[in-house]
DNA sequence: TTAAATTAATTCAATGATTAATTACATGCA
DNA sequence: TGCATGTAATTAATCATTGAATTAATTTAA
């Protein structure tokens, strides 16, 4: 054992001799290389090794730095995902109790996150709301513990006030508004191929679900309020 | 070579000797098994091994009967999700001009066939959606090719006589009717274990939904037409 | 010269793919 | 009717590859 074993936690302190020649904290690149690959491939799917080659070293590092791959997610969690989607939280605290608003702020929110972290709707997509991903039971319990119940009770409390479509189910409601903010942007590649070569605009699509959101399909009476 | 090789086709034939005590065609059972799984898991994190176990089989039955992984999956292609998905392209046929009809269609015939295979959701999420997915182009090019643009074509056909609210976008309205009905149906476990133990109505789903896009959020001025 | 950072090489299990042997039935033939 | 035989269906065993995890050796700077 004469190898140095930062085992459980970060070596982190510079100034010890590294012979990197690259860029940053090369503990920093790899969780950003990995958040990007496992939001492409899928986290079950994504070798270490897959990783370590794209941030050209060794896949000894990943062990050096994570210990094995259950600490690496574990980590890509605590200063990846956590972090990114915090501000969703404030977001919506600051918002009022008018429902058009907070769905605003939800929208607003997440296209926000979005476009600071473009690996985060995939990696939810395909980890958290499917039935056998990795991160649902960690999503629940760290990341928005209740916050879907915390937007569904403001949507209640919204229409015993009568500001709120009566015919709609607040719970639902919570469900239709991930559907409409999170899916597309999940989906980009597929619309931008789909509809021939735009770019998916994000500002055009927020306005487009606030649009929806305010009147439905139906042709508007009345001017809109945006 | 004293091996029977099907080779290139489905063996097929009854009447053969086959020692299954099992019930029905093993080949329709192992595609079954697999859908499930490869919704559950993901197509590329699931091995053969897994799914022939779960089919109570050796995986060498999953080369008899399909050759390697890339064919089985082939296989699931043709044999499960194109027929799955077929019956939505006449639900949309048959449905109107009118931009509530069709949707109404859409809504409709995306619940029938996700009642029909609960797998689909999950499979379409992780495999089409997701930009490392193993099914994107073949989800383009066979099973619903141009469909997206037929849909969003129709709409804009409304929009032009005044049918459809004017503020919304022909394409992003498909983008937003797929994530309402897609989304929360593949997230089905998620939505359940984020408002209690009560299951997803799909019913109550399809209301809601057809509700939100009549009016919207606001408080309704009419009475709902459903 | 010392310790962190990194590479190279190694081990062990799991996976995909394949082959050879085995089972069980159906049919032809006596 | 009963037996031999061919063939589809299935299992057991094998092989090469890949992946995760580990260890030893090497580099680099403080």
Redesign the pocket.
């Known amino acids: ?4 074993k ?1 085992s459980s936690r970060h ?10 020649g ?1 860029d940053g904290d ?1 503990r920093e690149r790899l969780l950003d290389v990995a958040a990007a690959q496992f939001a492409r491939t899928g986290i079950e799917a ?5 990783i370590a080659t794209e941030a050209r ?5 990943l ?2 730095y994570f ?4 600490r690496f997610t574990q980590a890509l969690i605590e200063e990846r995902l956590l972090p990114a989607v915090a501000p969703l939280r404030e977001h919506l605290e600051q918002a009022g109790d008018d429902p058009r608003a907070l769905v605003e702020a939800f929208a607003r929110g997440v296209g926000e996150i979005v476009a600071r972290n473009p690996w985060l709707p995939p990696l939810w997509v395909r980890e958290v709301l499917c039935e056998g991903g990795s991160l649902r039971e960690l999503m629940f319990s760290r990341v928005v513990p209740n916050l879907p119940q915390m937007l569904a009770q403001r949507f209640a409390v919204a229409q015993a006030r009568g500001l709120l479509n009566a015919a709609l189910d607040p719970r639902l409601l919570v469900v239709s508004l991930v559907g409409l903010t999170l899916f597309p942007a999940a989906g980009a590649p597929i619309w931008r191929r789909a509809f021939g070569a735009e770019e998916l605009d994000t500002d055009a699509l927020l306005n487009h679900t606030l649009a929806l959101l305010d009147h439905g399909v139906g042709a508007a009476e009345s001017g809109d309020s945006s």
Not at 11 to 20: I, Y
Not at 57 to 61: E, I, N, Q
């Open positions: 054992m004469t190898t140095a930062p070596p982190r302190s510079r100034g010890a001799g590294r012979p990197s690259d090369l994504t070798s270490l090794r897959a070293v060794t896949p000894a590092m062990h050096y210990g094995d791959k259950a």
